[in-house]
Every structure is written in structure tokens, then in C-alpha cells.
């Protein structure tokens, strides 16, 4: 009976990730145009829907000084994504923008489940960072772009921007 319980412990561990897993940080706009807001938006690329509730979002910028500034933005409960659905978590106005920001999405026990490489944007305009195409995951810089913002929406490159 021993061996019985922590492996199916394990066993519910790997699936607890696996769910949590089809979530990722799926477009960022640190920079926007105007008195904007800094937002995130998370992408379910799974078949299942992901209970977000009570996960977080934090954008960690690291200062010209030493240091780091990092804005969390918590995920209200009860709130969840459908397969192939968007979440766009919206940080604080006064929040810092720009430059050499990471993006960590967390679960409700902080676990880790997406981080972003360091991201800059000094444009203030309307283009973000995002995953090309929705969701792809491959661990690189390549699966970013900088491109036109449709938060909450299918990332697209639209010919002539």
C-alpha cells in the first residue's frame, strides 16, 4: 500500500500539469500608446478548459539600477479559459513600461507554468509581443513577433504594416 499512494500522487501531479500545461503567455503589451494600460493575454492552446482562478501574472522588469520592479496582476476566482479561448489580464497605469521586462504566468500555488524571454518596447504604439502563430511553444525567441495588437483575438501579420 506504501508504494500505491505517492505514485498515484505522482501520477495526479503530471496531469495537474499537463492541464495547467495548455495555457501560455500568448501576447504582451508593455509599452502602449498613450495614458494605455500595460496587459497580458494567455491563450488555452488545449482541448480542455483551464481553471484560472486565483493564478497570477507578473511582469518583472529588470531596473538600469540594480534591481528588479514587478507588478503582479492576480487572476480572479472562478475564472477560466475554453479551448482555443483568450484572457486578457490588464496590469495598473501607474505601472513601469518598456524595457527588459519578463512576463511569468503562475498557478494558485505558485508553480510556474509560462515565462517569457526578456521583452523590450519603446515604440508606445500599437504593436505587442506575441506568439506566432496563437500558442506555439518551442522554448526560442523565434516564436515571438512583434507585430500588430489584437488582444483578446488570433494573433495575425497583416501584409503592408
Not at 492541464?19 to 480542455?48: C, H, K
Not at 475564472?79 to 484572457?87: A, K
Not at 511553444?137 to 495588437?149: L, Q, V, Y
Request: charged share 20%.
Amino acid at each position: 500500500m506504501r508504494l500505491i499512494l505517492p505514485s498515484f500522487l505522482a501520477s495526479f501531479a503530471v496531469l495537474a500539469a499537463i492541464g495547467s500545461g495548455s495555457v501560455v503567455v500568448n501576447e504582451v503589451e508593455l509599452n502602449p500608446a498613450g495614458e494605455g494600460i500595460l496587459w497580458v493575454e494567455l491563450y488555452n492552446s488545449g482541448e480542455e478548459p483551464v481553471d484560472l482562478g486565483q493564478w497570477s501574472v507578473a511582469i518583472e522588469v529588470t531596473l538600469v539600477a540594480p534591481g528588479i520592479w514587478t507588478g503582479v496582476i492576480p487572476i480572479p476566482k472562478g475564472t477560466s479559459i475554453p479551448p482555443g479561448g483568450y484572457y486578457v489580464a490588464e496590469g495598473d497605469r501607474r505601472w513601469i513600461h518598456g524595457n527588459n521586462a519578463t512576463v511569468v504566468l503562475r498557478t494558485d500555488s505558485w508553480a510556474e507554468v509560462d515565462r517569457t524571454h526578456p521583452l523590450n518596447d519603446e515604440e508606445g504604439n500599437d504593436f505587442s509581443w506575441s506568439r506566432y502563430p496563437n500558442g506555439v511553444d518551442t522554448g526560442t525567441r523565434s516564436d515571438w513577433a512583434f507585430i500588430k495588437a489584437t488582444p483578446g483575438a488570433e494573433n495575425v501579420l497583416r501584409a503592408g504594416l
